[in-house]
């Protein structure tokens, strides 16, 4: 049976529950996760796919030994729709006897300016970064997802149109970390199913689902592909998808064994002094091109510098001779140093633009039932997550919070608001953790280790500073019995789908 076969009741409950357990049983074996670890978050949009793995997965948690829970993100850009797809979750988690969650994200009409649309990579990334939150937070190590045959079939086309390289016709993985060293997997245990299985699935339950008007949208590349490009793909090259999967398992393969050579290549024209990382021109020179290539997207990478064909192309003319140095980002740059390659920090000393003084994200708190919200900053590329707690549930002394934090625990009952996150402006004050007096924002940057943010960013009331992330809060946030809110500086953009990634 090929993939695009259609598959009845039980093989597609049970093709979801050999898969994920296959992933889970290899994070085990790697020790990646706990030996005894059973906890898994659903993402639940209310689509099909997400409404008939959830379903899936409430036949298989009591057999399986599961301790199951859903996860809903309602982005609140579709009004009326948004609620209804949550109202519908909800229904359907209580029906299942599943313990369902939702986070509402429905402030982007106010907090973006007005020629800045909100793109799919920013919508994924918040998502993810909720649902990870959410794991992290109830010490559940495994995620899943309900991305389909059709689903990784629209990537690879994506990915091909934009231009990418091998790697990216890889498509998504099975399993993923969801933030590197965190022990927290994104598991897709139903990429050999196609959404055509999974209404039939739902189907055969009697159990409905929720049609997104966005995916109508055109003006989304993936849309674009899905409606009008694949129907007739399908009509023309009947089985296709099936094919596609074979090509991209082979090219799996292969990529294993390029990301091992492309290690041990390194490892010898590679190395480090105390003036940072460099390549040896002359072993540099002597390896073949898609190794020189892999090298250099890899330490792109590692710079969060997004390894485009250009950017790769233009660091190896630079060997040429004709240049003795590139810029890369507004951080780095590479720069020939007789017989070394190097890769430079730029020292970030120039001031921010009057634009830039002049913007500031009003922050909107969680409200009713909801646990947080977060504040979509564009003009600084960043999020504010606020999270409501409960203080006698969150025990800690109130200490200082550690150097360079970007995430702090406060007491923010005590705070002015409206609050605002903005740049830092002449006159600022503070009132420094552990003082009774305030002073200028100025003298006490001086006494403090400067930001890991390019600008002095600050989270103030009208009156005063209340937090400077990545370097200190105000004593007016301290907490006594225990914080009202989690406050989480966190970058907005991600590199989405890199053609070396």
Request: net charge negative; aromatic share 8%.
């Amino acid at each position: 049976m090929t993939v695009e076969n259609h598959i009845g009741e039980f093989e597609f409950v049970a093709r979801v529950a050999a898969r994920l357990s296959h992933e889970i049983s290899a994070l085990k074996v790697a020790k990646l996760v706990a030996p005894d670890c059973r906890r898994i978050l659903i993402a639940l949009s209310g689509g099909s796919d997400s409404t008939a793995l959830t379903v899936a997965m409430s036949q298989l948690a009591k057999p399986m030994g599961w301790d199951v829970s859903v996860c809903h993100i309602n982005h609140g850009l579709r009004g009326l729709e948004s609620d209804l797809d949550q109202e519908f979750c909800t229904s359907l988690c209580a029906d299942l006897n599943l313990e369902f969650n939702v986070y509402r994200l429905d402030d982007f009409g106010s907090q973006q300016d007005a020629d800045i649309a909100v793109s799919e990579n920013v919508l994924r990334e918040l998502r993810y970064r909720f649902l990870y939150e959410h794991a992290r937070a109830t010490d559940c190590q495994i995620i899943v997802a309900g991305h389909t045959l059709d689903d990784q079939t629209e990537t690879l086309l994506f990915r091909l149109f934009r231009g990418t390289s091998p790697t990216g016709l890889t498509g998504m993985e099975t399993r993923r970390e969801v933030v590197r060293d965190s022990n927290i997997y994104l598991v897709r245990p139903m990429l050999t199913v196609t959404k055509a299985d999974c209404q039939r699935f739902l189907a055969i339950e009697q159990i409905g689902s929720h049609f997104d008007s966005s995916n109508e949208n055109l003006h989304y590349a993936r849309n674009y592909i899905r409606a009008q490009l694949i129907p007739n793909i399908d009509e023309k090259f009947p089985g296709w998808k099936n094919r596609m999967e074979r090509f991209r398992s082979i090219l799996v393969e292969q990529e294993d064994f390029l990301v091992s050579e492309t290690e041990k290549a390194l490892s010898t024209v590679g190395g480090t002094d105390s003036r940072g990382e460099f390549l040896r021109i002359k072993l540099f020179s002597e390896l073949h091109i898609a190794l020189k290539r892999r090298i250099i997207a890899r330490m792109l990478r590692a710079r969060a510098i997004e390894p485009t064909f250009e950017r790769v192309e233009n660091v190896l003319t630079i060997l040429s001779g004709v240049d003795k140095a590139l810029t890369l980002s507004v951080e780095w740059e590479v720069r020939i140093d007789r017989d070394k390659l190097r890769w430079q920090q730029i020292a970030l000393d120039e001031a921010p633009s009057d634009f830039l003084l002049r913007q500031e994200t009003t922050i909107n708190f969680p409200e009713g039932d909801a646990k947080s919200r977060t504040n979509i900053v564009s003009w600084l590329d960043k999020s504010l997550r606020v999270e409501k707690l409960v203080p006698e549930e969150l025990k800690t002394d109130g200490g200082i919070p550690a150097p360079n934090a970007m995430e702090v625990l406060v007491d923010l009952e005590k705070a002015k608001r409206p609050l605002f996150l903005r740049l830092r402006r002449p006159g600022d004050i503070i009132q420094p953790f552990g003082m009774t007096k305030k002073v200028r924002l100025k003298k006490y940057l001086h006494t403090h280790e400067p930001s890991p943010l390019k600008y002095t960013l600050v989270l103030a009331d009208s009156d005063e500073v209340l937090w400077v992330p990545g370097v200190g809060i105000s004593e007016l946030l301290r907490f006594a019995d225990g914080p009202t809110h989690r406050l989480s500086l966190q970058d907005l953009t991600t590199s989405g789908d890199s053609v070396w990634a």
